[in-house]
């Protein structure tokens, strides 16, 4: 099972219309369910999907050294990639990840799976939750 929160996934097809035409490739981090604010039907050590690095985010580093250097290695569990003009399902050409969300329009939530790496695809719930407030200090 593959849980992301609500807030999340409203935020990532949000992301995809506008990128429409062009595809959109989003790293994803978790955050364990017992750490969550909200109505949870998971598993206390089961990771949700509750955040993402903003696509623009160290662009020019990547484009200099072809290397993403915006993104913590080993903090994302997760992608997010869309197709606006394919199917449903894990492309030859898309970043893979452990798991991979894909979103097609009309970029609603009925139009948006998991996958693992591998292109199986899995279950996926939403979780109407939001992550504990963090501080930059």
């Known amino acids: 099972m593959v849980y992301a929160t609500r807030g999340l996934v409203d935020a990532l097809l949000a992301l995809a219309a506008e990128a429409e035409p062009d595809d959109l490739t989003i790293s994803l981090a978790v955050t364990p369910a017992s750490d969550l604010d909200g109505d949870v039907a998971a598993p206390a050590d ?9 696509p623009e985010t160290g662009r020019s580093l990547t484009a200099v050294f072809g290397v993403d250097l ?8 997760g992608r997010f990639v869309s197709h606006p ?3 449903l399902e ?3 050409t898309d970043d893979l990840h452990e ?5 097609v329009p009309p970029w ?10 591998s292109g199986r695809k899995r279950p996926l ?6 992550p504990p407030p963090e501080s930059l200090a």
């Not at 609603?108 to 790496?117: I, N, Q």
């Not at 719930?125 to 939001?130: I, Q, R, S």
């Open 46 to 54: 089961a990771p949700v999907f509750t955040h993402f690095y903003p």
């Open 70 to 77: 915006s993104v913590p290695a080993g903090q994302t569990q």
């Open 85 to 87: 003009r394919g199917t």
């Open 90 to 92: 894990v492309a030859k």
């Open 99 to 103: 798991t991979i969300l894909v979103a």
């Open 108 to 117: 609603e939530a009925s139009s948006l799976a998991a996958f693992d790496r």
């Open 125 to 130: 719930e939403l979780v109407d939750a939001a």
